[in-house]
């Protein structure tokens, strides 16, 4: 049993696309050393939307990451970066599935704050997951 979380963020601007890729290339390497990891990987769906996947050995160890000194740093950047961003949480085996990640977004997830949200963000629509280019895993480190 795993405690699973999966996030999905939509940038408002290419330009913040390079910040926005290091950001997050340094919270996956802070989730890759974290402990408590399990597996994970980052997803380009395309039009500008990344998805996130990781399972860890329960909650607590979820929330240790999060509030890490890397992770936290770059959460409040994306009230102005994105334009949608939503999140969910759930207990059972980790997924790898991006089709079954997106039905449970779709079903599941709950809306962040962001500055200046779309119309299918107030409305919690999801477009349908067009996968623009493969995962990327998020690498276990020491």
């Known amino acids: 049993m795993a405690f699973n979380s999966i996030t999905r963020l939509r940038l408002r601007s290419f330009f913040t696309l390079p ?20 597996s ?14 990781t399972a860890w050995e329960s909650a607590d160890a979820m929330k240790a990451y ?31 599935d991006w089709d079954a990640v997106h039905a449970r977004m779709v079903a599941e997830g709950r809306l962040s704050r962001v500055r200046h949200p779309t119309a299918a963000h107030t409305a919690k629509q999801f477009s349908p997951l067009k996968r623009w280019a493969p995962e990327q895993p998020i690498a276990r480190s020491a």
């Open 40 to 53: 994970g990987a980052l997803l380009l769906e395309g039009r500008m939307v990344f998805w996130t996947r």
């Open 66 to 96: 999060r509030d890490g000194e890397v992770h936290r740093a770059a959460m409040p950047k994306l009230a102005d970066w994105c334009d949608e961003a939503s999140v969910a949480h759930w207990e059972g085996e980790p997924v790898s």
């Open 19 to 38: 910040a926005f890729l290091g950001e997050a290339r340094a919270s996956a390497a802070q989730a890759g050393r974290s402990a408590g990891f399990i």
